[in-house]
């Protein structure tokens, strides 16, 4: 096989650089055509404006909400935002009482649900599940609605039940209630049901209706503990590597895991419907699955036939379902950008500045390499476009006036590389090496440079995007992204470049346009311990320029150069004094 020279790489990196593109480019595409994506990238609230959804707490005594209570509820209605997919929200809480959510664009279906589904998250033990019917076939053959429940009918077990799951709970009263019970009925509100008794309710999407025994709880430590979302750690969503089923996995904390450890065994071994304990959700039944075996370790899984979407939608709400408060919706309104385009546009206008600069100062101080920065600058301007639009579409990224300071910003940085790049390239041309040698050599000492730089960049903008707040995590998420595109074009299309154009007759034999030029650049290093004599006749910007590379050159000297250098000397002085003895 062949040994890869500098070319067959140059051109291998920049073929590799064009498949990057294609493929984001193909990407996008392919979203578009799918109408969920766009050629343009989403903007945050602040430059295109959305909506507000105002929600108000409300305790299960009646009390007013704690401090505590309100941010801990702030907190969990955030996740929920970023967990659909939506970046740049603005969620505060506001007169003691309400939160303000707010998020860009108009909000869909599905997120304006996972927003006002403020209730608390709790496990029941179902004692009876049916279809959502409230009327049956009677004797005449006609549909007949089942009777409003008689105030007369027994609403008292006639024994004391001994757990969740006992069927005692169920009163002739309470199976009228649920035989009458209408899962579209406006005014049923089983949200706010006590804990400590029976509920009757619905599956989500109407599909079932159960009677579940009270919340499953246990004494701890002196004290009853209910074993709602809050004692549920995490909650994720994957596919089963043997059955190749998607299922829900929980991970209850040590409260968790001991009332459900109790749960599960009593219930494991139970005929169907009792076999089943539901998860509870604004007082709707999200998932009811059977206790298949008794889990004593808090780590439960839920399977069924779930796709990625309902599992992934199901893991959500068990994870960021435990609100301490009820709300209710006070309004939902489409509010303005709080700054408008005319910022975006001051914003765009601050970088094209900044890019010209950028630009010039190349071109002055590189001559026609500034060309190969320019360049460098546009690719990577198409890269961070398709991966603007791109995360748009997968991850909900909008673009905020923030995030367009940290595109501005990275114009500068990415210029950092180049310079320290061009820098060395010049450094090793002052030491006498050839054109194609100085550009290998400057990117063997630059490169580690730049990774270390551009580390430390990416590991600033990880921790600002960690602990700031979110309207500086657009500034760090955009910082952090063009910093590690920077390197990828520094890799695939920077150096390759200038593996190619350093072989070009312009640039290889160092025009004085070129920026590489030798003489330009005061290149007196002619080999180990040999300068180039420098012109200390006449005055002048090369003179100057001859003598600073001279002295470089000298103080770079290894101790065995500078006493080879001195032996010279020596021998050329000792030749001139017999040269001068012979002539008298």
């Not at 496990?123 to 049916?130: E, F, H, I, P, Q």
């Not at 960021?320 to 005319?342: E, N």
């Not at 190969?372 to 579409?393: D, E, N, P, R």
């Not at 320029?545 to 001279?550: K, P, V």
Request: with cysteine; charged share 20%.
């Amino acid at each position: 096989m062949a040994a890869s020279t500098p070319v067959k790489h140059a051109w291998r990196a920049l073929l590799g650089l064009v498949i990057v593109v294609a493929v984001l480019a193909g990407i996008n595409a392919l979203g578009v055509f799918l109408k969920e994506a766009s050629w343009v990238p989403e903007l945050a609230l602040d430059l295109q404006g959305g909506t507000q959804i105002v929600l108000q707490a409300k305790s299960a005594d009646g009390s007013a909400p704690t401090k505590d209570q309100m941010a801990q509820a702030a907190t969990i209605i955030r996740q929920r935002v970023d967990a659909s997919g939506v970046g740049e929200s603005d969620i505060q809480t506001q007169s003691g009482n309400q939160i303000v959510v707010q998020i860009p664009g108009p909000a869909d279906d599905e997120t304006r649900a996972r927003i006002e589904a403020s209730a608390q998250l709790q496990l029941r033990a179902v004692l009876y599940a049916g279809d959502p019917a409230t009327s049956f076939v009677g004797e005449d053959g006609n549909q007949t609605p089942y009777p409003t429940p008689a105030a007369t009918l027994q609403a008292t077990p006639t024994a004391s039940p001994s757990n969740a799951s006992d069927i005692s709970w169920i009163t002739p009263k309470l199976q009228a209630q649920f035989l009458a019970y209408d899962c579209d009925a406006k005014n049923n509100d089983p949200a706010d049901a006590p804990k400590d008794q029976p509920l009757i309710t619905c599956e989500a999407d109407g599909s079932a209706k159960y009677i579940l025994g009270p919340v499953e709880q246990k004494t701890i430590d002196g004290k009853d503990v209910f074993l709602d979302g809050s004692l549920i750690n995490t909650a994720s969503y994957g596919m089963n590597s043997q059955n190749g089923q998607w299922e829900v996995n929980l991970k209850f904390d040590s409260k968790g895991t001991s009332i459900f450890t109790a749960v599960s065994t009593r219930l494991y071994g139970l005929e169907s419907p009792l076999n089943q304990f539901a998860f509870v959700l604004d007082g709707q039944v999200i998932s009811a699955p059977q206790m298949n075996a008794v889990i004593t370790d808090g780590n439960p899984s839920i399977s069924g036939s779930f796709t990625e979407t309902t599992a992934k939608t199901l893991a959500d709400q068990l994870k960021y379902g435990a609100l301490p408060l009820s709300f209710t919706v006070v309004s939902s309104d489409t509010i303005s950008a709080t700054l408008g385009s005319q910022q975006l546009q001051i914003g765009l206008i601050a970088g094209l500045i900044g890019l010209a600069l950028v630009a010039l100062y190349s071109l002055i101080s590189y001559r026609a390499l500034g060309f190969v920065i320019i360049a460098s600058l546009g690719v990577m301007g198409v890269i961070t476009y398709f991966m603007l639009c791109i995360l748009a579409w997968r991850m909900g990224f909008r673009l905020s006036l923030a995030g367009v300071a940290g595109l501005i910003v990275t114009i500068a940085f990415t210029a950092d590389s180049f310079i320290v790049y061009f820098e060395r390239i010049r450094d090793e041309l002052r030491d006498g090496k050839s054109i194609t040698g100085a550009v290998e050599d400057g990117w063997a000492s630059a490169k580690r440079t730049i990774y270390i730089a551009k580390a430390v960049n990416i590991l600033a903008a990880v921790v600002l995007y960690i602990l700031a707040d979110a309207t500086v995590k657009g500034f760090a998420f955009t910082l952090g992204l063009t910093t590690a595109i920077d390197i990828l074009i520094f890799i695939l299309f920077t150096h390759p470049v200038m593996q190619l154009v350093a072989r070009t007759r312009f640039f290889g034999e160092g025009h004085k346009l070129s920026g590489m030029d030798p003489d330009a650049l005061g290149a007196v290093y002619r080999g180990r311990a040999q300068f180039r004599a420098p012109a200390l006749e006449g005055k002048g910007a090369a003179v100057r320029r001859t003598a600073r590379s001279r002295g470089e050159a000298e103080r770079r000297q290894t101790i065995a150069e500078r006493k080879l250098a001195e032996e010279r000397a020596a021998k050329s002085g000792s030749s001139a004094s017999t040269k001068k003895g012979a002539d008298r």
